[in-house]
């Protein structure tokens, strides 16, 4: 099956801060989604976005799917964004998401 | 965003005895998942239904296991004789051919305690 790599696995950071979550995966996808679980477990779903660019207020998405990796981009962090950020990947051929480990992001005030 | 709806949000039961997690999934999508999570580890897929069947199941989805969509409306997931061991986080998700705008939707998930 395919392989869903995320990384940093933990980071620390300063409110006001920004920050950058990358997952890689191993073989070509038809979607890919960015998930926050939030502190009462509950998963919100931030983007789909199996190719190309969005934007949602602070929040960024890039995925480049010839290059099998996708970024999170977190500008001017607030203590809010802590929490876990899940990238899942439905590869071709497949039909169920994927998860990564997550990565474990911590926004001190 | 349309919602996926999961009860109870909490459930506690005693080790052996049956439980079954609710899920009202978006009324137009036709397939339908359940998905695991462990405390603090990762979302695990646990089974999928299309077309009024299992389409694909884990490992994890053994004979304790099982699934059903009784009514135009309703998924559940049932554990016959629940084990320690399934205490975890439960989702349910939905999705629609080609995955529309969304991709997959997940509910707020049941948070299942076996004492």
């Known amino acids: 099956g395919i392989q869903v790599e995320q990384s940093p696995p933990d980071l620390i950071l300063q409110e006001g801060a920004n920050s950058t979550l990358r997952c890689n995966f191993s073989?070509?996808?038809?979607?890919l989604q960015w998930f926050h679980q939030n502190p009462w477990g509950q998963l919100i779903n931030l983007f789909y976005?199996?190719?190309g660019t969005k934007q949602n207020g602070r929040l960024s998405a890039t995925t480049v799917a010839t290059e099998r990796y996708s970024l999170l981009y977190i500008s001017s962090s607030q203590t809010t964004d802590s929490g876990v950020y899940f990238c899942a990947v439905e590869w071709m051929g497949a039909q169920k998401l994927v998860f990564g480990q997550g990565t474990r992001l911590t926004i001190n005030p | 965003e349309p919602e996926v709806t999961q009860t109870p949000s909490h459930q506690v039961t005693q080790m052996g005895q049956e439980v079954i997690l609710r899920c009202v999934p978006i009324s137009n999508h036709l397939y339908f998942y359940w998905y695991r999570q462990i405390l603090g580890q990762k979302v695990e897929f646990l089974v999928s239904?299309?077309?009024?069947?299992?389409?694909?199941k884990s490992e994890i989805f053994d004979d304790q296991f099982s699934v059903e969509r009784p009514d135009g409306s309703n998924f559940t997931l049932k554990i016959r004789s629940t084990k320690l061991e399934d205490s975890a986080m439960y989702f349910c998700?939905?999705?629609?051919?080609?995955?529309?705008?969304?991709?997959?939707?997940f509910g707020s998930g049941t948070r299942l305690t076996v004492v």
């Open positions: 239904f299309y077309n009024n069947e299992i389409s694909e």
């Open positions: 073989d070509s996808v038809n979607n």
């Open positions: 976005i199996p190719s």
């Open positions: 998700a939905s999705s629609e051919p080609g995955q529309g705008i969304y991709g997959y939707t």
